[in-house]
């Protein structure tokens, strides 16, 4: 068996970086930036009014002053005409030539075009002003390559005046479930029959990392199914990710079928729980994850490995959050272990240990696992890397 870390290597050295492909911004929500990002202007592009009031040039002696005029938020800059005179302004609206300060609504008396201030004397100079340029100046790198678009990264790019921008190409993937036991929810079972159910956690796994899979499929454990079967899933697909029939057991055909398909062997086995029986290979520029059959060790490895070689080859800059975890199990002696855990009181995580590797109800409300070193001792409270659902 080969370490974790060196698993990852292996992996990563075999991912082909996506292409770029040119989107709408509107449509570039989730995705992995191709390109830098710079302003378009400075930020805010002017005098930035913050308040609905008045804009006045401050006179601690003066209380009361004579309405000129409205400055509505995007409308063209206007001029005070004297030291006696206030313009009434809108929240977002520029700030009107010869004032300098805010007073919000809040602190006048309106008699009909005069306005009195309560409270005068607190004033501030400059006050409820955003100025220009504050936030950031023209041409400043706001969003680099690599970075996912969320909400606040897409009111970013929206600002920065761009219509389309780069983004890496997602991959074409295909994620199959093997198994003669598996039978698809809603219909009828035996007793000694499972629920199909690893192909819909993998599918919801990748599309909540913006990656969703072109397809899902199920072939028992069969030769004569699975060769034609996932050597045409290669040939259209850049990913393929099978979950069991990797293991060493009479049926588990799949490194075998992956020799006479031509696939080359990345690596079989890591030291780890769950998910040692892993199987990684590649065929030019395709690859295909192996996954264990058991749900608990197929969704881990999915995450370990899948999604973050997925986010490697599209250049993403993502990486597992470190995080103080109270452990309330073991871990094994020579395994790296991925240990699930929830929101501790108080803050923090604590370890949820499950019954099996076949045990996935237990990882329902977990935000996700972190990987812990072979050896880690129950009671332990640790620093160690979370990668979140």
């Known amino acids: 068996m080969i370490s974790v870390s060196e698993a990852w290597q292996r992996i990563a050295t075999v991912m082909v970086p996506r292409p770029p492909v040119e989107v709408a911004v509107a449509d570039a ?24 009031g008045i804009a006045i040039t401050l006179d601690p002696a003066r209380d009361q002053y004579q ?39 809040e602190q006048l008396h309106h008699d009909g075009d005069c306005i009195s201030v309560i409270g005068g004397s607190e004033l501030q100079k400059g006050q409820f002003i955003h100025r220009q340029g504050s936030d950031y100046s023209a041409a400043t790198v706001l969003l680099e390559s690599g970075q996912r678009i969320r909400a606040p990264e897409m009111a970013i790019l ?25 039978v698809a929810p809603g219909e009828p079972i035996t007793t000694t029959q499972i629920r199909r159910s690893n192909d819909f956690a993998i599918a919801s796994l990748l599309h ?14 069969d030769p004569r199914v699975l060769e034609p079967g996932i050597g045409q899933l290669i040939d259209e697909h850049d990913i393929v990710v099978l979950s069991g029939g990797v293991s060493m057991g009479k049926f588990d055909y799949i490194p075998t079928i992956m020799d006479t398909l031509g696939v080359e062997i990345v690596l079989h086995k890591v030291a780890q729980r769950p998910g040692k029986p892993m199987w990684i290979g590649r065929r030019a520029d395709k690859v295909i994850f192996a996954l264990p059959g058991n749900p608990v060790s197929a969704l881990v490895c999915a995450r370990r490995y899948l999604v973050a070689a997925i986010d490697h080859a599209m250049g993403s800059r993502t990486v597992a959050s470190p995080v103080i975890v109270d452990v309330q199990q073991s871990a094994p002696a ?23 590797s076949g045990d996935f109800h ?25 990668w979140r659902w």
Not at 32 to 43: C, F, G, K, M, T
Not at 362 to 386: C, D, W, Y
């Open 67 to 105: 309405l000129q005029a409205t400055q509505a938020a995007g409308a063209p800059r206007q001029t005070l005409a004297s030291a006696s005179h206030c313009i009434e302004v809108m929240t977002g609206a520029v700030l009107p030539h010869g004032t300098d300060t805010v007073v919000p609504v």
């Open 208 to 221: 909540s990392h913006c990656t969703p899979p072109t397809s899902r499929h199920c072939f028992p454990d």
């Open 158 to 182: 929206a600002s920065s005046g761009l219509a389309t921008t780069r983004v890496a190409a997602p991959p074409s993937i295909a994620v199959v479930a093997v198994g003669d036991e598996l």
């Open 29 to 52: 929500n989730g995705r992995i930036l191709a390109q830098s990002v710079r302003a378009e202007r400075d930020q805010p592009p002017f005098d930035r009014v913050m308040m609905d």
């Open 334 to 356: 020579r395994l790296t272990w991925f240990c699930p855990v929830i929101d501790a009181d108080g803050g923090g995580y604590r370890s949820r240990g499950t019954n099996t």
């Open 362 to 386: 237990a990882l329902k409300n977990t935000v996700g696992f972190v990987e812990l070193p072979p050896g880690t001792v129950a009671g332990s409270s640790l620093l160690a890397p979370l």
